[in-house]
Structure formats: structure tokens, C-alpha cells
């Protein structure tokens, strides 16, 4: 009897609980996610702090949205160009990057309601006898690809007679100023009075011009998100969390108060061991996903290359020919052309999302096993004929006579070719963050990006890729060594 009552009791509890999970499924189930895209130097709208975490206006307001409407997102900082790709082709839900609603982008893209109203400044050295637009007449001007500041320096150009010069970031865009190669750059009012409070030695000159907010972006069919976040924006505006947001970055208005905000987000020791300790993790993070997108793409290259290699020199015409074809293509296409394809073109044509870790194997094994495969081919090649011809006249099939006599003299001549790839893709991947792979360069831009400190952070990177490709110099003599001894 008590054991039929344990029975039943038991029966009872697991009836109990599982009605209570079936019960939180639908709850669960409602909660959607996001995958939002933004950029990684537009300071103080997003740009990591101190501490490298991602912050900023952008970062902060779209994770006070998703918490006011019941949604969780996943904030990508990817680069503005690669978000509005990925955007494009389907990567990512939505982009929120000081994105100025235009004409143009309201055609491609569902644009939320502004929620930040900028204008466009002229910026120039400090000390410049420029102070107006009419003095740039025959003058060189930077501006930043893809933004409503570089729109409106085009579309004035003519009338007070400058040419101008592009950059991918801001950062880029500042140095050729100072460094005088430019005499002036345009940027968003905030964004470049932030960067001058951040230590940049420029000096605004011109009054906002062509006004314009910032929009939230995303594809046409996404409907519901547009309208959870232009809710939650009026939302956070009723309640005071969106003041309250603007004024941790940029203060009360004042330039007093502006230069505060900046600095809780700034290293306090600004001297080059100093910042090299403050940011040696993050260098450190990025030299390992560096490292790991070398090893990983190497790998394939190299299995790639000897597969295609070995195609040009079979006798067939056929396997030769699509050898040939292979590295005519993939050799002779750009790196970050081709990147780009894989990134926001291939889905496009799949319907399926490419993440960028795979795009830049993918890109690098197709470019880098190219190489590969033309050295190889070489170095079968450049074994005297005559020993293929006497192994076949003992009796060896090809294949035999390739593996055993051809391949052991071939892979003397290509040892050296092989470290030298790796050394050649270790370099190529500082192009793979136009795709939004956090390597070392691109790192290094996003340290740029809140401190301002190009010079010597950039001189850090470089001793690292130095110290990096020295020791695989050292590997490849030794194996040089070892193979011919």
C-alpha cells in the first residue's frame, strides 16, 4: 500500500513538472533574438572604453530598447561598410551605427524615426589660417567613405573649388589632416567634438550644416522590429533613460562637461607602456583570432593546393585545364574583392547567412591555395623530366613513379615556398576586417577609436606582426635546413 502511495506521489511530482516547463515554453519561445550590426570607431556613439568593452550611445540605447520591448540582442561590431552589407545580404537583423537617414537609404532599407539630430563641421589643424569654406578653393579635403559628412563635402566641392580624398575610418581620415597632407576633413558635429576632447589636435571651424538624424536600420520585411524599435525609443524619451544615456557620453552640453564624459572612458596613463598595458589583452585577442584564422586557412590552402597542383600536372588535358583555371581566377582576383563576394554576395544568391569567420577561411583558402597550387605545380615541373622517364621505363605506373621519385625531389624546392605562404596569409588577414573579423589590425583601430593615439598604438601592431613573422622566418631556415641536409 505505502508503495503504491510512493508510486502514485512520484507520479504526481513528474505530472507537476513537466506541466510546469510545457507551461514556460511559449514564454521562452516569445523571447526573440537579434543580431543588430554597428560600427567600431565612431566614438562616442560606439567605440570600446577603457576596459575594451563595446559602449557608446548606439550600444547603449539599443540594449535599453530590446529591454523595454522584451526582445535580447546580439550587438556585432563589424565596421560601418561591412553592416550595411551584411545588412544587405541578410547577415544581420538591423544596423545602428550614427546611420543619417537620407532619400537613398529610406529606398534600400526600413529607417526607424531619428533618434539623434547632427549636423555636418569643417574640422582643421590647429593653428590653420583656414576658417571658412571659401578658403579651401584648390585644396585637398579628407572625408570618410559612406557618411552624410562625406555626401554633403561632395556635393559643395564644386562651388568653393576643393578636391577631396577618401578613407575607410575616422581615424585615418584625422591623421591625413594633422599630418597636413589634407588642410581639412568633415565629420558629425558630436563625433568630432568628442575626438578634439579626446586630445585630437584639430579645431572646428564651421558652424552644423545640412542637419540630419540617425536612424536604426533594417531590411524591408522586418516590420516588427522597425515598430518594437521606434516604441521602445519613445519609451526611453518618456521616462528620461534616453537624456540619461546622452548625457553619460556627452555630457550636460558644455564643453567642460563633455571633456568629463570623455574622460571615464579614457586610459589614464597615456604614455606607450602605458597604453600597451592597458590594451595588451585585447592586442593579445586579436593576435590569437589572427592566429587562428592563419593556422585554420593554411591548413585548407595547403590541401587545396597540393589537389590543384598535382591536377596541372597529370596527363590530362582536362585535369590540367581545370587547374589552370583555378589559379588564373583566384590568383588573380583581390583579396578583399573577393571577400566581399563570399561575405554579401553568396548569400544573396544561397539565401542562407555566411558567418564571417567562414567567409574569411573560405576567402583565404580559395586565394592563398591559388599560391599554393602554382608552386607546387612549379615544383614538380622543375624535377628533370628525365626522372619520370626513367621510373616509367622500370615499370612504374604514374602515379607510383610521381609519389615515390617526382614528389621527394619536388618537395625540396617547395619547402621554402610553404613557410613563405604562411607568412604571406598571416599578413592577408589584416584585410579580412572589411568583413568584421576582429583581428590584429582591426583591433588596433578600435583602440584608435577612443584613445587617438594612432602613432603609437599602430607601432605597437607593427612590432608584434614583426616579432610574429620573425619567428616563422627562423622555422622556415631551420626546416630549410633540416629538408636539404
Known amino acids: 500500500m505505502q508503495r503504491k502511495s510512493f508510486v502514485t506521489g512520484l507520479f504526481v511530482i513528474l505530472a507537476g513538472l513537466f506541466l510546469t516547463l510545457w507551461s514556460a515554453k511559449p514564454a521562452q519561445a516569445a523571447e526573440k533574438h537579434y543580431t543588430i550590426g554597428t560600427d567600431v570607431t565612431y566614438a562616442p556613439f560606439e567605440f570600446a572604453n577603457e576596459k575594451n568593452q ?14 523595454t520591448e ?23 537583423d538591423g544596423v545602428i551605427a550614427g ?40 585644396q585637398r579635403v579628407a572625408i570618410k567613405t559612406g557618411t552624410a559628412a562625406a555626401n554633403y563635402a561632395l556635393s559643395v566641392k564644386d562651388k568653393y573649388g576643393f578636391t577631396t580624398v577618401t578613407f575607410d575610418d575616422s581615424n585615418n581620415m584625422y591623421q591625413d589632416v594633422t599630418t597636413g597632407n589634407s588642410v581639412a576633413c568633415f565629420e558629425d558635429s558630436p563625433v568630432m567634438q568628442y575626438a578634439i576632447n579626446t586630445g ?15 536612424g536604426f536600420a533594417t531590411n524591408k520585411k522586418n516590420t516588427e522590429l522597425m515598430a518594437k524599435f521606434n516604441a521602445g525609443l519613445k519609451k526611453l524619451k518618456a521616462n528620461g533613460q534616453y ?25 589614464t596613463d597615456r604614455s606607450f607602456f602605458g597604453l600597451l598595458k592597458a590594451n595588451w589583452g585585447t592586442l593579445m585577442g586579436g593576435l590569437q583570432e589572427t592566429l587562428l584564422v592563419t593556422v585554420v586557412a593554411i591548413i585548407f590552402a595547403t590541401i587545396v593546393g597540393i589537389l590543384v597542383g598535382l591536377l596541372g600536372v597529370l596527363p590530362n588535358a582536362f585535369a590540367r585545364g581545370i587547374s589552370i583555371t583555378f589559379i588564373y581566377i583566384f590568383r588573380g582576383l583581390p583579396l578583399l574583392v573577393l571577400a566581399l563576394f563570399i561575405y554579401t554576395g553568396v548569400p544573396s544568391l544561397i539565401g542562407a547567412k555566411v558567418p564571417a569567420f567562414l567567409a574569411g577561411i573560405i576567402t583565404l583558402t580559395l586565394n592563398e591555395g591559388a599560391y599554393t597550387a602554382a608552386f607546387v605545380k612549379g615544383g614538380i615541373e622543375a624535377v628533370d ?33 610553404f613557410i613563405n605562404q604562411f607568412i ?38 607593427a612590432l608584434i606582426y614583426l616579432v610574429i613573422i620573425t619567428l616563422l622566418t627562423w622555422l622556415s631556415k631551420w626546416v630549410q635546413k633540416k629538408v636539404q641536409a
Open 54 to 67: 563595446y559602449v557608446g550611445i548606439d550600444i547603449d540605447l539599443m540594449n535599453a530598447i530590446a529591454k
Open 70 to 92: 522584451g526582445f535580447t540582442v546580439t550587438i556585432k561590431p563589424v565596421g560601418f561598410n561591412a553592416a550595411v552589407q551584411a545588412l544587405e545580404a541578410g547577415q544581420i
Open 99 to 138: 546611420m543619417s537617414i537620407t532619400p537613398e537609404r529610406q529606398e534600400k532599407f526600413l529607417m526607424s524615426k531619428p533618434y539623434y539630430n547632427v549636423g555636418v563641421v569643417m574640422a582643421v589643424k590647429q593653428g590653420s589660417k583656414i576658417k571658412s569654406l571659401k578658403q579651401l578653393k584648390g
Open 200 to 214: 585630437l589636435k584639430l579645431s572646428i571651424v564651421t558652424k552644423p550644416a545640412n542637419p540630419t538624424g540617425y
Open 243 to 267: 537624456t540619461k544615456i546622452l548625457q553619460k557620453y556627452l555630457g550636460t552640453g558644455s564643453k567642460k562637461s563633455q571633456a568629463a564624459a570623455n574622460k571615464k572612458t579614457q586610459e
Open 385 to 417: 623530366v628525365g626522372q619520370m622517364e626513367a621510373a616509367r621505363s622500370l615499370g612504374l605506373p604514374f602515379g607510383k613513379a610521381l609519389r615515390k621519385v617526382i614528389l621527394p625531389q619536388g618537395i625540396r624546392i617547395m619547402v621554402p615556398s
Open 424 to 461: 604571406i596569409t598571416l599578413k592577408d588577414t589584416s584585410i579580412l576586417s572589411i568583413i568584421g573579423i576582429l583581428e590584429l589590425t582591426q583591433t588596433g583601430k578600435i583602440i584608435i577609436a577612443r584613445n587617438m593615439e594612432g602613432f603609437k598604438i599602430w607601432t605597437m601592431v
